[in-house]
Structures are given as C-alpha cells and as structure tokens.
C-alpha cells in the first residue's frame, strides 16, 4: 500500500496554470502505475491522465489533451500534473491514484491506492 497526500490546488482565472503535486510514502511508489482524477459536484469521477511506473505510455483524456502534462520523479516519490489553459469546466476536486497493474487504465476500479484530493477553482 501507498499513501498518497495531492497539493497544488487553488482558485485560479481561467487561461491560468497550476501544477499539481502528489507526494508519495512507501518505497513501492517507483513501481506503481500513476494516475490523476477528478471529480465536480453532481458528477462522477472521471478519468484525467496516467503514466507507467518509468514515465512512460502517458495517457490523456480528450478533454484535457494538449492542456494537462502528468509526469513523475521517482527519487522524490511525487507525482505531477501541469495544467495550462485551464478552463471553468476544469473546476473538481483533483485525485492522485497508484495502481499495481503494469499498465496505464482510465478506469477507477483499476486503481489501488488514493489520496484526499486537492480543490482546483478555475473562474471565468
């Protein structure tokens, strides 16, 4: 198991940045696939972006595609997403997860391990 704790969120205009951190404990974290997540009021969680243990096989979804950059630093167990050009519809609590699998998933249930999640405020 891996405890995961997000950091980086806060209010922002849109066509702002921020970047997102996940800092990981647990001398695993260099093997588990990574993930990012979200979730706005009334709606589901949804699917933002992984990559493999390595930083390889990044995935995205369409909707923040050429926007988001999710990469990772092993020796600093972190994780981190880069988000640019961010739009109100971007506004959700934000989710880091470690899966085990050796593979990149857009699926939830795929994954093993979450953080608390870290509020990300985009106004227009």
């Known amino acids: 198991q891996v405890q995961l704790v997000e950091s980086g969120g806060g209010l922002v205009q849109a066509g702002g940045s921020l970047r997102l951190s996940c800092a990981a404990s647990g001398r695993t974290f260099s093997s588990y696939a990574m993930g990012w997540f979200r979730q706005a009021p009334g709606k589901e969680r949804e699917f933002v972006a992984a990559l493999r243990w390595n930083g390889g096989s990044t995935y995205y979804a369409d909707s923040v595609k050429g926007r988001f950059t999710i990469s990772r630093d092993n020796a600093k167990n972190t994780l981190y997403l880069q988000m640019n050009v961010l739009k109100p519809e971007d506004t959700a609590v934000y989710y880091c997860?470690?899966?085990?699998?050796?593979?990149?998933?857009?699926?939830?249930?795929?994954?093993?391990?979450w953080g608390q999640g870290t509020q990300v405020t985009v106004s227009s």
């Open positions: 997860a470690a899966s085990r699998k050796w593979y990149t998933s857009p699926r939830a249930d795929e994954y093993d391990d």
